[in-house]
């Protein structure tokens, strides 16, 4: 075999190039949607034919197949016909109290998105971690059939073992629960937090790999994003917090990284579950049926506290690329303002168009992100693309203070958009993703008073500012922008 390899290696070494470089320049030609990706990728795979195609396997492929757990809301709600349809609103609905731009919305969400929207929720918005891990562990303590958790990064820390503690306190007394955590999110604590959840009895699940063996190959790129907590079928969580002491006061000190969660009640809850569940079955082979994880009927509530809401899931399958096309319907239906806040704003040359369109017709167009940000190299690559969106009359905040990872986004202070999407590469294509579209002015007030707040001691980022750097620092700046799809 030796004497084989070494007098016939040019051959092999031939052949192999087909054989690995062939079949991916074909995949990469026949699923990218983007002439650049697609070129691309069929460059690197032509030029480097081994090399080129094992990563093209490892970070090109952005697409995962799986099967859906029925659909929807029926299932979820135990046999027969769906009984939250009478909570589902109409186009004539929106158009009488919104405006005929945000019916459009609604009609768009209905095409990209396979959950309605509906009437009859609730919203709560928890500011901070300090908010928010109280609020969830009160509502794991008082669970009483089933607890569902979905989190990218839940950490093996303070506030990790509070929560890993009322899990297990939650299954002493007969609650069924499952969690879910995604494999990278995993390990950014050493050791990770499920050894720890699984010897304690807790069933949980890793996202698309495991901890031991590595990544799920050919798909190490696509991770979930999503922070989401479901309890009893009742309540959920959803928004840009991950599960770790960084963003508590208690224990990181008097400024913790700041982030925004909410509390939801409603029929939306059926929907939020059912994106958790069939991440939990993809990862785990099990299907959460049967009385603990039903989903109850529930009353209609005052009209006062009835928010209009859509669970919007996003991802690397039937979902994709969701968030993008709901994001550039709301940017082209926006008369009087866009606001966002981002820790990572990377958009695509369609979102910056949308943005800059808008803008230049007479929206006010305003970008906030961290002064100081967790990933130095995401903040130069988006800092080189400032200009872009500054040049059409867009403008760019650094928020002062502590890191803060919101995720959050208004349009004409009536309809807002929150959840874990960054406006970056990852968010937009890679990563599954969870959303609220939320319209309801009062909340959008909310959101658009959170976001004021911060623009008090924000400072404006001006192309003057940004071309007065030295070349270098520009140059860098641009080069890790190149590889930004890939931060």
């Not at 609020?135 to 009483?144: D, F, N, T």
């Not at 620092?473 to 080069?479: E, I, M, P």
């Amino acid at each position: 075999m030796i004497d084989l390899v070494q007098n016939y290696w040019p051959h092999i070494l031939a052949l192999l190039s087909f054989a690995l470089g062939i079949p991916a320049a074909i995949h990469a030609a026949m699923t990218k949607d983007d002439v650049r990706a697609a070129a691309g990728w069929v460059g690197v795979v032509l030029l480097s034919p081994i090399v080129g195609a094992l990563l093209y396997a490892v970070a090109g492929i952005n697409r995962i197949r799986r099967s859906s757990i029925g659909s929807q809301r029926a299932l979820l709600r135990g046999q027969g016909p769906d009984q939250f349809g009478r909570f589902d609103i109409s186009e004539t609905d929106i158009a009488g109290s919104f405006g005929n731009r945000f019916a459009a919305m609604k009609i768009l969400g209905d095409r990209v998105s396979r959950h309605r929207m509906c009437s009859g929720n609730g919203i709560e918005v928890l500011a901070g971690g300090d908010a928010a891990y109280e609020a969830m562990l009160v509502a794991i303590a008082g669970a009483q059939r089933s607890i569902l958790i979905e989190s990218y990064i839940f950490d093996r820390d303070v506030v990790g073992l509070r929560f890993s503690d009322a899990l297990i306190a939650a299954i002493a007394r007969g609650v069924q629960v499952r969690v879910l955590i995604d494999a990278v999110g995993a390990r950014y604590s050493v050791p990770s937090i499920v050894g720890h959840l699984k010897t304690a009895g807790v069933p949980t699940a890793v996202f698309n790999g495991n901890i031991i063996m590595g990544l799920r190959l050919p798909y190490a790129n696509l991770r979930t994003h999503r922070k989401i907590l479901v309890v009893d079928g009742r309540v959920a969580f959803a928004g840009g917090m991950n599960i770790r002491a960084g963003f508590s006061s208690e224990i990181a000190g008097e400024e913790p990284a700041l982030d925004t969660h909410f509390r939801v009640t409603g029929p939306v809850v059926a929907d939020i579950f059912q994106v958790a569940a069939e991440d939990w079955q993809f990862s785990s082979g099990e299907m959460l049926t049967g009385g603990a994880w039903a989903l109850e009927e529930m009353p209609l509530p005052a009209e006062t506290s009835s928010v209009l809401m859509r669970a919007i899931p996003s991802g690397p399958d039937a979902t994709n690329e969701t968030n993008h096309k709901m994001l550039m319907g709301a940017f082209s239906v926006a008369r009087k303002n866009i606001r966002l806040m981002s820790p990572y704003f990377l958009p695509d040359r369609e979102l910056i168009s949308a943005l800059v369109t808008a803008a230049r017709r007479g929206v006010e167009v305003d970008i906030i992100v961290p002064a100081v940000n967790n990933l130095l190299l995401v903040d130069r690559a988006m800092t080189a693309q400032f200009d872009q969106v500054l040049k059409g009359h867009c403008r760019v905040w650094r928020a002062e203070g502590a890191f803060n990872h919101s995720k959050l986004l208004i349009v004409d202070e009536r309809w807002a958009y929150v959840g874990s999407t960054n406006l970056d590469p990852r968010s937009l294509r890679l990563n599954f993703e969870f959303d609220l579209e939320v319209l309801d002015d009062g909340f959008a007030h909310t959101i658009g008073g959170m976001i004021s707040d911060v623009l008090a001691s924000a400072e404006p980022v001006t192309l003057e500012a940004l071309r007065a750097k030295p070349l270098i620092d520009r140059l860098a700046n641009r080069v890790l922008w190149l590889g930004s799809p890939y931060l």
